[in-house]
């Protein structure tokens, strides 16, 4: 297990110095989520990191406007159709 750690005392030449925890956890999500991004963990483990659940990490991330299923609307369609193909085969 990885611990990540963010030392806000020496953040003055940070565009984004955290006046609170709230801004604390903001901060570290949007830190971990090229991470994420790339596959390197996963929103479970970003959460765990975090020491929040994993749904309240979606939310935050929502709340900045990354979606927590990055698909575009051709791929949806995609898999709905697919998702009505095995069902009419059932």
Request: net charge neutral.
């Amino acid at each position: 297990m990885h611990n990540v750690h963010f030392n806000a005392g020496k953040c003055q030449n940070l565009r984004f110095c955290p006046k609170n925890k709230s801004d604390e956890l903001r901060r570290n999500a949007l830190l971990l989520y090229p991470f994420i991004k790339n596959e390197t963990i996963s929103h479970g483990r970003a959460a765990e990191i975090l020491g929040i659940s994993k749904w309240e990490l979606i939310k935050l991330y929502g709340s900045e406007g990354i979606p927590y299923i990055d698909q575009s609307w051709d791929e949806a369609e995609h898999d709905a159709a697919n998702v009505m193909e095995l069902l009419s085969k059932r």
